[in-house]
């Protein structure tokens, strides 16, 4: 980095007094840290990698201390980054601050087929971080082996199911397959039926495939009970709240059977539960809903088509949650392969059930031409409503629509809500969840501004990024 660059991260650090997603803060002036391991590894697994500061103090609102000894210090940074797997390759750069010195280790990102970068003193599970907000936090093992399945490319969605054949196929619904799949292929037309589900994916040397199982199987949740998708509507903005009547929900279902019968069935309860809208347009009384129908589809559709099918998420299904201001559909699995958040619906992405995904094109449920998320922004933009927000999420890919009510309530109308919400003190993550945000958009955008104003008091001030912080608004 250049010396202005480091100025800049530290001007920044200070304005808000808090580390982030990409910085760390350590201070060093009594010498080295002994233990970096955990943000080399979380800042190596991350897109944009990370910076480490080494001479300011978090407990004195990151005052510029200094270091002890630069020299000693980076000789054990260098130390224990050839202590991690792989090695970490920091670029170190030190500059003189009105008398101290001040240490910047850039720490880059490495590819996808490297990660995870763990310490080698703990092991692969135990030794592998990942950076929520401005903690290092263990992955679970489930994220280890999201990275070994993308490098071994293990299609989970053509594993066989012992002991299923043809005959546990719908007849009707296959023969409406074979139909369709003879006029698209046409080398396909003088084959027999079993040659053909073969060719396709239905089935592999006799036996049903996981994605014959969930498009044509007779009932799939006999096998795989959590391949499936639960719906809620909470009557409130978070969990918690309660309906008039004590109800924790005023709708609750769980939604089964193939692709399409989940797919009918979560939009049918989505247009449900939404509220409807008329206006007169020309004379003529139109209805419309708080979200538009062809964009939930399109998430829907996603969810089921790109949701993780392996071994380790069958006990997680789809979950549609809808909140007064807001909809939110899960889907078990982060994003996959080196596709990034800013890159949806930009760029072509991998695929991570590529035989799901084609026959859902060839009965005519998707397109699959990586549509999907322009589709939804543009509607979004169409009917007024604020974007969408996509987010991976310990593991999971979380969608959120924003109603009108959000967008009412945004700016000085959320501020309002949050003084509300913290006449009891609340932590940042009950914040964030209350308004429907990141923690880390929650922070910046709302709560230190609150802070900063005088309208939230910290109940640690002398720590401001004390994970044990709470903030209570001022009467």
Do not use: W
Not at 77 to 98: F, K, Y
Not at 131 to 139: E, I, K
Not at 304 to 319: C, K, N, T, V, W
């Amino acid at each position: 980095m250049l010396e202005y660059e480091i100025l800049e991260v530290i001007k920044k650090v200070q304005a808000v007094k808090s580390e982030s997603q990409t910085i760390e803060v350590k201070a060093a002036h009594e010498g080295a840290p002994e233990k970096l391991y955990d943000t080399l590894s979380s800042f190596s697994n991350q897109d944009d990698g990370g910076i480490i500061l080494f001479g300011l103090d978090e407990r004195k609102s990151f005052e510029i201390v200094g270091v002890a000894d630069s020299a000693e210090l980076i000789k054990s940074i260098e130390e224990q980054c050839s202590q991690m797997s792989p090695i970490v390759r920091p670029l170190i750069t030190t500059v003189s601050l009105n008398g101290n010195t001040v240490v910047a280790a850039e720490i880059p990102s490495v590819d996808i087929v490297e990660c995870p970068v763990f310490y080698k003193g703990k092991g692969r599970i135990k030794g592998s971080y990942v950076r929520v907000g401005q903690a290092d936090m263990p992955m679970t093992e489930y994220e280890v082996f999201s990275y070994d399945a993308y490098r071994k490319h293990e299609p989970d969605d053509i594993r066989t199911i012992s002991g299923k054949s043809i005959n546990d196929l719908d007849p009707a619904k296959t023969a409406a397959l074979l139909e369709k799949a003879r006029i698209k292929k046409p080398r396909l037309a003088s084959l027999p039926d079993d040659e053909v589900l073969e060719l396709i994916g239905i089935t592999n040397k006799g036996e049903l495939t996981l994605t014959g199982l969930l498009m044509f199987g007779k009932y799939p949740q006999r096998e795989f009970p959590q391949f499936s998708i639960t719906a809620v509507v909470v009557p409130g903005m978070e969990y918690g709240e309660t309906a008039s009547d004590g109800a924790r929900f005023t709708a609750n279902k769980r939604m089964d059977g193939t692709v399409d019968e989940m797919l009918m069935d979560a939009i049918t309860f989505i247009s449900h539960n939404m509220r409807v809208k008329t206006i007169i347009d020309n004379g003529k009384r139109k209805d419309i809903g708080e979200y538009p129908i062809n964009s939930v589809r399109e998430a829907v559709l996603n969810a089921l088509m790109h949701r993780d099918y392996s071994f380790h998420a069958e006990g997680a299904p789809i979950q549609i949650r809808m909140f007064y201001d807001r909809l939110e559909i899960i889907s078990p699995g982060g994003l996959y392969g080196r596709l990034t958040i800013s890159d949806l619906g930009k760029v072509k992405a991998d695929t991570r059930n590529k035989t799901l995904a084609r026959v859902l094109e060839d009965v005519g449920l998707s397109e699959n031409r990586y549509s999907g998320i322009p589709t939804i922004r543009r509607e979004f933009s169409e009917y007024g409503l604020p974007s969408p927000l996509f987010e991976t999420v310990r593991g999971d890919f979380l969608l959120t629509f924003y109603n009108e009510q959000s967008k009412v309530n945004e700016g000085k109308s959320i501020n309002e809500r949050i003084m509300g919400y913290c006449e009891i003190p609340r932590s940042r993550g009950e914040i964030a969840k209350f308004i429907g945000r990141t923690q880390y958009y929650a922070v910046k955008t709302y709560i230190e501004p609150l802070v900063s104003a005088g309208k939230l008091i910290m109940s640690i001030p002398s720590v401001p990024a004390s994970p044990k912080q709470t903030y209570k608004a001022v009467q």
